[in-house]
């Protein structure tokens, strides 16, 4: 059973160039949630997917966008890289399921990107 | 979603048993509390969940004092492997999820 993945590994931009990121959640998993951590920093919620629509969305801009797809797969967008987007992105899926009592997320590896 | 205190780092060694406290004084009636362990370059994982009382499973053991304004994880006899940031969160997840997560406690155990 394969756990969440995420590519690429690394990716290198330079500034105002636009980058796409891409998840595939966990077997069984319906929803998507995007962080971004800085070095040294707790992941920041950046904004969660489910059934092709952005339910939540963090303190982010909007040059930060994404899309969720029908195999529940999504993709992260960033246009006009910043220095200050240089950061691991970590995608974690999960089990939508309203009601529930806990809802434990499962992250990926993570991307890492650099923005020169 | 309530804001949560812990230490920045602690230290320990091979084969101790290892508590991190954390305070959450803002704590909500719904909010459960969460732990996750996250190694360099690893996304995080999670470890353990609870509400009140005490939960224990397989890796950690959660204490939740009954005003729960703070919680403790227990690791009995950490190994070198252990070494990784933890983090206290705490939150109503039942509809989404939002995971809000602090600085964490860098752990490192020496041999």
């Known amino acids: 059973d394969a756990g969440v993945t995420q590519s690429p590994t690394h990716l290198i931009k330079t500034r105002g160039q636009q980058v796409t990121l891409r998840c595939s959640p966990k077997s069984g998993h319906d929803t998507v949630s995007w962080y971004q951590q800085a070095l040294g920093q707790g992941p920041q919620f950046i904004f969660q997917?489910?059934?092709?629509?952005?339910?939540q969305r963090g303190n982010f801009p909007d040059r930060f966008s994404g899309h969720q797809f029908p195999n529940y797969s999504s993709e992260l967008n960033v246009n006009a890289l910043l220095l200050g987007d240089s950061a691991l992105y970590l995608c974690?899926?999960?089990?939508?399921?309203?009601?529930?009592?806990?809802?434990?997320?499962?992250f990926g590896p993570g991307t890492r990107l650099t923005v020169l | 979603l309530a804001k949560t205190t812990q230490p920045i780092s602690m230290d320990s060694y091979e084969g101790q048993e290892v508590n991190i406290t954390c305070s959450h004084n803002?704590?909500?009636?719904?909010?459960?509390i969460t732990w996750y362990q996250q190694f360099p370059s690893q996304g995080p994982r999670f470890i353990i969940q609870?509400?009140?009382t005490k939960v224990t499973n397989e890796v950690a053991s959660l204490f939740i004092p009954a005003d729960r304004k703070s919680s403790t994880l227990s690791l009995p006899r950490v190994s070198l492997s252990d070494t990784a940031v933890y983090y206290c969160l705490v939150g109503d997840y039942s509809n989404t999820g939002k995971l809000i997560f602090g600085q964490g406690t860098t752990l490192q155990v020496k041999p």
């Open positions: 974690a899926s999960s089990l939508w399921t309203s009601g529930r009592s806990y809802n434990e997320q499962f």
């Open positions: 609870g509400y009140k």
């Open positions: 997917y489910y059934e092709e629509e952005e339910r």
């Open positions: 803002n704590i909500a009636t719904n909010d459960y």
